[in-house]
């Protein structure tokens, strides 16, 4: 059963930030942080939908995940199912962190976001990651306060136990995949992030 803490607020079906396409399977549940912005949940699920109404003649942006936890409240947005692929991960390159554990045929697209009428259209690692943006209070920091952390840990254990993954192996970062410094904070304390995986080892045990 889905925890009382995810609400589901779906994005509108659209090229830029929800494709709807459907994915083979679930490999790594991948963190990430709203940027050096004090963003709420909320907020972050309207930016992602509003990214429908970009001119196709300019600069354009293809982002969304499909949870995204808030930092105040005990809240998680579900922007879309979570066997979707979201626009996440991918990028011009790969770590060799994923070149060792990510199938090639999900690395083989530097350029993943393609302006199609199908939107998606490239091969990268969001076909196999199911993402969790995680709001932070702290400024250009980043450090996730105990709210987030709580309800974040709560949602990955979660996910762990339904995707039937090991939250030691299969709890990744952004940067684990990218190289990009997200989300910073755990990227520049990785005892941070390790604290956070046996968190939620302990929330599994525990139920």
Known sequence: M??????????????????????P???YLVAHWTGPYNHRAKGVRDYYNGLKDQDPSGRRFFRGAQYIVDYEDELVIEAMPDW??????GGAGYTSWAK?????R????AAPYRDADIGWTGHTPNWVTIDVEICH???????????????AAQLFAWLCKKEGLDPWRDIVTHH???????????VRHPDSFAAFKERVAALMEAK
């Open 2 to 23: 889905k925890p009382a803490f995810i609400v589901e607020d779906h994005l509108e079906l659209n090229k830029y930030s929800r494709c709807g396409h459907k994915r």
């Open 25 to 27: 399977e679930t490999e």
């Open 84 to 89: 979707e692929v979201s626009y996440t991960c």
């Open 100 to 104: 060792s554990n990510i199938a090639e």
């Open 106 to 109: 999900y690395l083989t697209n």
């Open 137 to 151: 209070p702290n400024g250009p920091e980043g450090r996730f306060n105990d709210r987030a952390l709580g309800t």
């Open 176 to 186: 684990m995949i990218t190289g990009k410094e997200c989300p910073m904070f755990w």
